[in-house]
């Protein structure tokens, strides 16, 4: 499969592009999850417990994957550290846990509080 096989509205790409060199913000990353069992499919919807869209579970493997998360309701889901913040869309009880990596800047999810400074402590 090559790159001219992926379909993607021209101004929904501008648009994202466009944003991010900007005004220096990115709402989404690509994040490692622990999840509640294995088996669960890839390109399942990922919902926060309050019903609202988190991103896309991309690939597993046993119980760990790669999801691709809106930052806000995965940081705040990693550093709570719990189950069930987020699962998979009709399924409450297969969570996703995403794992904020250590290797990550501490400046990483906390672009909106200013020129890309951690807010502080």
């Known amino acids: 499969m090559g790159w001219g096989s992926l379909k993607a509205p021209q101004s929904c790409h501008q648009?994202?592009?466009s944003y991010t060199h900007f005004?220096?913000?990115i709402r989404r990353r690509?994040?490692?999850?622990?999840?509640?069992q294995p088996g669960l499919q890839p390109g399942s919807?990922?919902?926060q417990a309050g019903g609202g869209s988190a991103g896309v579970l991309l690939a597993t493997e046993g119980t760990l994957g790669l999801a691709h998360l809106k930052l806000g309701p995965a940081l705040a889901?990693?550093?709570?550290?719990?189950e069930g913040?987020?699962?998979?869309a009709g399924d409450a009880g297969a969570w996703v846990r995403p794992v904020r990596p250590q290797w990550w800047p501490p400046e990483w999810?906390?672009?909106e509080a200013g020129a890309g400074a951690a807010p502080k402590a």
């Open 15 to 17: 648009e994202r592009n």
């Open 23 to 25: 005004r220096g913000i």
């Open 30 to 36: 690509l994040m490692p999850v622990v999840l509640a």
């Open 45 to 47: 919807d990922v919902v």
């Open 77 to 82: 889901a990693a550093a709570a550290g719990g």
């Open 85 to 88: 913040a987020l699962h998979l």
């Open 109 to 111: 999810g906390h672009e």
